[in-house]
Every structure is written in C-alpha cells, then in structure tokens.
C-alpha cells in the first residue's frame, strides 16, 4: 500500500505587522501596505543567529501562484539555509475571493494593474523593514521572480 505523502506543516503565522523572533525557520507574516494588507513568507537560515549582516534574496512568484508554492517550487529557502541568506517571498494581490494573484507590472497584469496596487511601495517597504529588523545588507539585496514576477 501506498504511504501518503507528508507535507511540511504550514509556518506559523504571525500577527499584522508582527515580526518573527531571529530564529531559524520559515514565518507567514503580513504588514500594512497603503491601505491594504500584504502577505509574505519569510525564510530565516541559521546563520541569522550569528548576527552579522547577511544577504536578502527576495522571491517574486509568477501570477496565480504564491509565496508558499514558489517556495517549494524553487527550493530557495533550502538554498538560503545552506548558503546563510535571508529569502523573503512576498505574496500579490487578487480580488477578494479571487484565486489569480499578480504584481502590478505597469503595463499588465490582471488585478494588480486593475486596482493600482502599489507593489513597488509594498516591496520597498518589505525590504527595508528586513534591513531594519535583521539587519541584512542592503548592498547585498537581490530579486528573483518567475514569469509576472
């Protein structure tokens, strides 16, 4: 018989504008951007605990997919664990109920677009926020993403 697959459980979530402890580990956190709320999961490797500035690696996922499914899909977070980065997957926007979440690219793309979300000012923000917090290097900070992303 087969055994079925065990997933990791889901990180766990912290409350608005609430940041994790610097503890190794993976965190779903959200923050106030403008006046929306925005989601991301945050992947701190263990040398977060040796307190020296580290890179940040932000992740973009492709439209209608997701901060947790980009994660698993790239393996980054396994990466940033090895390597000692923080990676950071910030989660875009769809109408409520809506399962197509995208990044407003300017030009396109779906909701995002639609609505002018300010995702710029989101990742802005996001980004120094983890400067401030971990202390991660701010000339060492770089961006990936997949297709919208």
């Known amino acids: 018989m087969d055994r079925p697959t065990l997933r990791p459980a889901p990180p766990p979530i912290l409350p608005l504008d609430g940041m994790p402890p610097p503890t ?16 991301y999961l945050l992947h701190l490797p263990p040398a977060i605990r040796e307190g020296r500035a580290l890179p940040l690696v932000v992740m973009l996922h492709g ?22 980065f923080v990676a950071v997957y910030p989660q875009g926007t769809d109408r409520p109920g809506g399962r197509q979440l995208t990044w407003n690219g300017g030009f396109c793309c779906g909701y995002a677009r639609e609505a002018g979300v300010d995702d710029v000012g989101f990742l802005r923000g996001l980004i120094e926020r983890l400067h401030a917090t971990y202390g991660t290097d701010p000339r060492r900070t770089y961006a990936a993403g997949h297709s919208n992303g």
């Open 24 to 39: 190794p580990g993976d965190y779903l956190c959200a923050l106030r951007a403008g006046d929306r709320e925005r989601v």
């Open 63 to 84: 439209r209608a997919s997701s901060s947790r499914h980009f994660s698993r899909l790239t393996g980054m977070s396994a990466t940033a664990a090895r390597a000692g």
